[in-house]
């Protein structure tokens, strides 16, 4: 099976997780970036999640299936395989999309090793079949990117709001466009 590296706005979805420990922590770290709204649920929240109080909103409780009523998406990050399959369908009775965590048969969607320089996000992925390959990779593609990325981005993005203006042609507008970008990162046909 493979994975379809769809990329959501996270901004406008509510992530819950269940699990306070090591585990849970290292999705957040890796949700917040992108200003994911999220609620965390779990009895004892270890002092590295701890610290995000202000951006997430933390529920020490026991897990209940209706803590997944306010979810736009599941992760189930516990180190108790039987609550993680519990909340697993629970999630699925609800039609929600949802990550046990290190269990792909019981994932909807996969954490990428990801590269994020401001708009630019690159999300690498073995399928979990080998996440030490997806970092390495991830690594190569990073020196790939121009130090002005950012910048080059801003501009192109200004510039396409312009030329779909003033260019009326689909093809010569694209054409332009990707001209433009081949220039600004001096790539050479």
Known sequence: M???PFFTDV???RGVIIG???VAFEKVTRLLPFEAKLTLIAIDICDEIKQYESKIEFIEDEYRSDYLDRADYVIAATNIPDLN???YADAKKRKLQVNVVDVPEYCDFIFPSVLQKGKLVVGVSSGGAAPRVAIR?????EKLIP?????????LFEERKRAKETISDPLERKKYLIGLADKLLHYEE
């Open 2 to 4: 493979g994975y379809f």
């Open 11 to 13: 901004t406008r979805l």
């Open 20 to 22: 306070g420990g090591t």
């Open 85 to 87: 399959r519990q909340i």
């Open 137 to 141: 990779l991830r690594n190569e593609i």
């Open 147 to 155: 130090e002005n990325i950012e910048e080059v981005l801003d501009y």
